[in-house]
C-alpha cells in the first residue's frame, strides 16, 4: 500500500477520537471489540479505515465531521 492509499483511505486513531470529542482509548476499544470498524497497523501506529467509519457512524454523522461530502437532492 501507498502512502497516498493510506492517506486517502485510512485515518489515524488520534484524528478518529479528535473528530469525535472523544478518548483515543475508546477508538482503541471500538477497533479491539468485534465491530464493523477495520483498521490496519503501520509499525505501532493504527489506522481506521475510512469507509468501515463512515458505516459505523452513519452517513450523518460523516458528514458533520468532514468525512464525506454532503449529498446534493
Avoid: F, Q
Avoid at 492517506?7 to 468485534?34: G, Q
Amino acid at each position: 500500500m501507498s502512502t497516498t492509499d493510506l492517506k486517502t483511505k485510512y485515518i489515524p486513531v488520534t484524528e478518529v477520537a479528535e473528530s469525535l470529542h472523544v478518548n483515543v482509548s475508546t477508538v482503541y476499544r471500538w477497533l479491539d471489540k468485534d465491530t464493523c470498524l477495520e483498521d490496519i497497523r503501520v509499525g505501532k501506529r493504527r489506522y481506521v479505515s475510512k469507509e468501515s467509519l463512515i458505516a459505523y457512524l452513519g452517513r450523518d454523522v460523516a458528514e458533520k465531521i468532514g468525512l464525506t461530502e454532503p449529498l446534493v437532492p
